[in-house]
């Protein structure tokens, strides 16, 4: 069995615009060596509560080094840097109406923006949400209004961003 030193990254997810992540081992002592998996491998730098920062989108994998030769333990950790966005934007839903009084196991949201999180919310009220892909989304279980008229859609990503509203009409 190989030891493994423990190292952790705070935060383990930032954007490429210059948000800078702290890296620290805990649980081993000695050296520490660190290899951040992007451009600036090769240049090994050394210490604990190292900070760095990535210059692009990507998921990476950072690995710390403790101790000599011969006698190293190994830790990585994974970071995963994404570019800023302006938040999501809807640009269709299906279906394009809906029948008064009927449910709906779901509703597609196409768009822009969405991430891992990000809720369907009709007149305000979220509604389970299946993230697809960063175009797509479905929220599901929602029963339109029993009587004719607009439901207003929109999304909301977990950092709060909330889309353009979206109508779509109850018939």
Known sequence: MVDVAQVSAVPNAADPSGATIT???TGASGPITW???DATDGRDPEGNGL?????ASGEYEAIAHVGATGQRLT???TVTVVEPSDGPSITGITPP????GEGYSALVVDGSGFVDGSAVEADGTAMPTSFI????????DYVAPGTPGTVTFTVRNPDDAESNDW????A
């Open 23 to 25: 890296f620290s081992v």
């Open 167 to 170: 109508p779509v009409t109850v």
């Open 97 to 100: 109406q809906l029948v008064a």
């Open 133 to 140: 892909s960063a175009t797509r989304v479905s929220g599901a």
């Open 75 to 77: 830790g990585t950790v």
């Open 51 to 55: 900070d760095h920062t990535y210059g």
């Open 35 to 37: 290899r951040f998996g």
